[in-house]
């Protein structure tokens, strides 16, 4: 099977995969090519089980060792990334959509709304979506990554802050480099200071038919630039 992989900063592999033409996008589906995925990728001689928690979240089962996983899903495509240990990750990936803008309010911060309306003030509608699609991606990974003791609502449990620069990483789908932005996460989850997580940008709709993003929680603490 065709599929893009890439690796992270703080180890473990990204991986894209889309359903085979004519293939409709539904979870049942979504899961199959899942499976298959994770049959091609798994190390030689080795058998990954995916099998999801009452809560929903997935779950890898390795005879040999643990691994962390999250996955997302969003028109033909599915995206998993899977870190060694057990580490708090989450990855979102989401293609075009015209109901985003339209709720908007739901998800984004007064701070972020702000910046958002600022954006599209002087007609920079590609400079606004991406905004919002960061937003939205960062906030939904954090969910997975890091899910909040006491929920309240994603505008106000996760809070993203511009991006502090960029880290290096290799597609290895067009053996490129690619500039990664770095995003600063600030996780309210009902305690007297919030957890700082880390989440990253891989893709935007500009360049791509999805816009992707994934978070680590790397502890309450930034990760150094690289």
Known sequence: MT????DLPL????????LPSGIAPCLSN??????????EIAPRETVWRLMHLPSGAP???SPDRDYSI???HSGSYVALVICEGLHGIGVDL?????KLPQIAPRFMSPAELTHYHHLLAPEEPQVACEWLYTVWGLKEAAYKAYPPKVKRHLAT???VSPPEGSVSASLYSDERGDSIARYTIYA?????RPTLLTGYLLRSITTAPYHLTYVLDTGGAVLPAE
């Open 11 to 18: 180890g473990g592999a990204l991986y894209v995969a889309e």
């Open 3 to 6: 599929y893009s992989q890439l």
């Open 188 to 192: 309210d989850d009902g305690g007297d």
């Open 59 to 61: 779950r890898l089962v």
């Open 94 to 98: 989401q293609i075009a959509s015209d």
């Open 30 to 39: 979504y899961r199959t090519l899942t499976q298959q995925l994770l049959n």
């Open 157 to 159: 449990n996760y809070i």
């Open 70 to 72: 999250s996955i997302s």
